[in-house]
Nanobody
Framework: QVQLVESGGGSVQAGGSLRLSCQASGSSSHTYLMGWFRQVPGKEREGVATISNGGVTVYADSVKGRFTISQDNTKNTLSLQMNSLKPEDTGVYYC??????????????????????WGQGTQIIVSS
């Protein structure tokens, strides 16, 4: 079983940058997808970015061109570089892993029900 621990959250002004990291431990070599999700109170958790074990990436339209997801398989880490941050990027960001389902349809890769392992979350606050 994979365990995930996020780090790198914090507060930043609009236009600034932050980098999130997710350290995976356990049987991380058996993950098919790893992704970042975010949630604000009263709203459903939404997919932000995901990357397959083959390096294919998918982004939510709201973050395309601003966020970059990457993984270092030698260190079992997942990262999310967030640039040009906006107040609407505020939320709790979760790292997640899909260790059970092989999904060929890329349009479904940002669906949270595809992921079975979750980190504890890290808070991002973007002020205007």
């Amino acid at each position: 079983q994979v365990q995930l621990v996020e780090s790198g959250g914090g507060s930043v002004q609009a236009g600034g940058s932050l980098r999130l990291s997710c350290q995976a431990s356990g049987s991380s070599s058996h993950t098919y997808l790893m992704g970042w999700f975010r949630q604000v109170p009263g709203k459903e958790r939404e997919g932000v970015a995901t990357i397959s074990n083959g390096g294919v990436t998918v982004y939510a339209d709201s973050v395309k061109g601003r966020f970059t997801i990457s993984q270092d398989n030698t260190k079992n880490t997942l990262s999310l570089q967030m640039n040009s941050l906006k107040p609407e990027d505020t939320g709790v960001y979760y790292c997640a892993a899909d260790s059970m389902i092989v999904m060929s349809d890329h349009t479904l890769w940002l669906k949270q029900n595809l992921y079975d392992v979750w980190g504890q979350g890290t808070q991002i606050i973007v002020s205007s």
